[in-house]
Nanobody, 127 residues
């Protein structure tokens, strides 16, 4: 019932920036964590960034620390991913996700198991 709709993807050159948005609507349960994941063709899905919905804690994959920033607006509920200094290896389909249980990290990184997912938005970084 939780609906997630991503937008903001596109094609950019290395070093440029993009800002992804995820509109959140419908709440059959309380989502304690929100996150961004990505998956490239032939690769496994990986957690990029997550945030405790209280806004107190954030977690990032090592590969994006210092370049990506996750944030949110509470009313209306919207999740963002600011991506700066993009690299070719960032090319992937990016997904917004919500998690029921209040464990937003695993080993200091975004927790891999989420309950609801958006349809994805494509990010392509190439020269």
């Amino acid at each position: 019932q939780v609906q997630l709709a991503e937008s903001g993807g596109g094609s950019v050159q290395p070093g440029e920036s993009l800002r992804l948005s995820c509109r959140v609507s419908g709440y059959p349960y309380t989502a304690h964590c929100m996150g961004w994941f990505r998956q490239a063709p032939g690769k496994q899905r990986e957690g990029v960034a997550s945030i405790d919905t209280s806004g107190r804690d954030t977690y990032y994959a090592d590969s994006v620390k210092g370049r990506f920033t996750i944030s949110q607006d509470n009313t209306p509920k919207t999740l963002y991913l600011q991506m700066d200094n993009l690299k070719p290896e960032d090319t992937a389909m990016y997904y917004c996700a919500a998690k029921k249980t209040p464990i937003c990290a695993l080993g200091g990184r975004p927790h891999p198991d989420y309950d609801d997912w958006g349809q994805g938005t494509q990010v392509t970084v190439s020269s």
